[in-house]
Structure formats: structure tokens, C-alpha cells
Nanobody
């Protein structure tokens, strides 16, 4: 039906930047929201940033001022620009989308496979 493919993770040093991308493909009718979550072993998955189709982006307090979420609606792609990275940002980052399939009304949720971000000196 729908695939979310993430890219851009990797190993960086504290203070450096990374840009994550998530491209959605499939029988997509319309998006309600796209966003990014992250998870570390032993902890629950947490919201990093989300971008509703009819509103402004919102961010977790821990990333405000450092991370920026953006969307390219023509490409069905959402980005997460991460600046001034800290060791505590180390996690697997997951793309998330709430959308409706083509010619359907039900709102569905999809997840990407995750991309690892490691911040370490």
C-alpha cells in the first residue's frame, strides 16, 4: 500500500549536523500529518517533530531551536534537519505518516523502518 523510506542517518560528533529524509510512496490520497519519532533501547518511542498538513510544525522541547522539520508536498517527502547534535540525540529515528489512501476515507498510520543516528566523539 504505502512505503516510507528513510535515509540520512549515521555517525557524527557532538555539535555536528545531519539531515534525515523520508519519502512516501504508494496509493496516497492525502496526508494528515508527517513527522519523526525516535527510540533508544529500553525506552518508549517519543515524538521529535511533526508537521500537520493544515498547521505549523511542533517539536519536542529537547530539540527546539536545534531541529527543523520541513515538507516537500510535491515529492511526498519530509525532512528533519538536525543541528548542534548532542550525545543524547543518539537513537533510531522513525518516520511517521497519517494519511488516507487514494479514494479512501479512513485515516491510516504508517511507519518507516528506522534510521540510526549516533552522536559520539
Amino acid at each position: 500500500q504505502v512505503q516510507l523510506v528513510e535515509s540520512g542517518g549515521g555517525l557524527v560528533q557532538p555539535g555536528e549536523s545531519l539531515r534525515l529524509s523520508c519519502a512516501a510512496s504508494g496509493s496516497i490520497g492525502s496526508f494528515n500529518a508527517m513527522g519523526w519519532y525516535r527510540q533508544v533501547p529500553g525506552k518508549e518511542r517519543e515524538l521529535v517533530a511533526s508537521f500537520p498538513s493544515d498547521g505549523s510544525p511542533n517539536y519536542a522541547d529537547s530539540v527546539k531551536g536545534r531541529f527543523t522539520i520541513s515538507r516537500d508536498n510535491a515529492k511526498n517527502t519530509v525532512y528533519l534537519q538536525m543541528n548542534s547534535l548532542k550525545p543524547e540525540d543518539t537513537a533510531v529515528y522513525y518516520c511517521n505518516a497519517h494519511l488516507r489512501l487514494f479514494l479512501a476515507n479512513k485515516l491510516l498510520e504508517f511507519w518507516g523502518q528506522g534510521t540510526l543516528v549516533t552522536v559520539s566523539s
